[in-house]
């Protein structure tokens, strides 16, 4: 007899054989991913993640990147990535909240999602994207493993998404995060030597429950 486990990987290998994944996925139709024409490193980063990402779902498709007047022009939908995107599709109360070095907010406006950390934050920008990725059922358990959804959602939001992180330093000492800053950022460790595209990184310093970004101290976020 057939496990279930078995069952599930026959029925996606001819689901995958006669096509029925891989066609185009509807709620991605009409839509782009939209970046300001001055976006920061860590921004541009977080639109290709964003970008590569969905390409590689067995429905996904590569979404043209933008800037919000090309994507308007158009007439598409987008997925506004960063400070300057959000503002031009969702106004300046998606700005609003102080969300530090790595909060983000993820924002339904009418048809278009806007991902955003705070105007000129490293890392908001970025955490904003993978923490939508993975809401959409991607995620990554090592630096070469990438779980892909198999079926195109039904819909993308609504969003009403407001987080920032507890631990403001977060290190882990495995190799597969100590040798691959692109996993290490997408796992959301924050320790490290990451140059401004994966968004900087937060050094621990002396005395213990402080951390030093350039001669700026501060306490640790409470629990």
């Known amino acids: 007899m057939f496990s279930s486990i078995s069952l599930m990987k026959l029925s996606l290998s001819i689901a995958l054989l006669f096509g ?28 290709a993640e964003l970008q590569s990402t969905i390409a590689a779902a067995p429905w996904g498709y ?30 300046e109360n998606i700005l609003e909240n102080d969300l530090g070095d790595e909060g983000y907010s993820i924002q339904s406006v009418k048809g278009d999602i806007a991902i955003t950390g705070k ?45 920032i992180p507890v631990y403001e330093y977060r290190d882990n000492n495995q190799d597969q ?6 996993f290490a950022v997408r796992i959301g460790n924050n320790h490290g030597s990451f140059d401004a595209t994966h968004g900087g990184s937060v050094k621990y310093a002396t005395p213990p429950g402080e951390s030093v970004r350039g001669a700026k101290r501060r306490p640790l976020s409470p629990l």
Do not use: H, M
């Open 20 to 47: 029925s994944y891989g066609s185009a996925c509807d709620v991605l139709e009409q839509r782009a991913i939209s970046l300001a024409s001055d976006a920061t490193d860590s921004e541009k980063y977080s639109a």
């Open 119 to 163: 105007e000129g934050a490293p890392r908001g920008a970025l955490y904003g994207v993978y923490s939508f990725l993975r809401s959409l059922g991607f995620e990554w358990y090592s630096a070469d493993e990438l779980e892909l959804p198999p079926a195109c959602p039904d819909s993308i939001g609504p969003y009403d998404t407001t987080f």
């Open 177 to 182: 995060v100590t040798q691959n800053e692109d």
């Open 62 to 91: 590569t979404l043209d990147i933008l800037t919000p007047e090309e994507a308007k022009t158009k007439g598409l939908s987008v997925f506004a990535v960063g400070s300057g995107a959000a503002l031009f599709v969702a106004g």
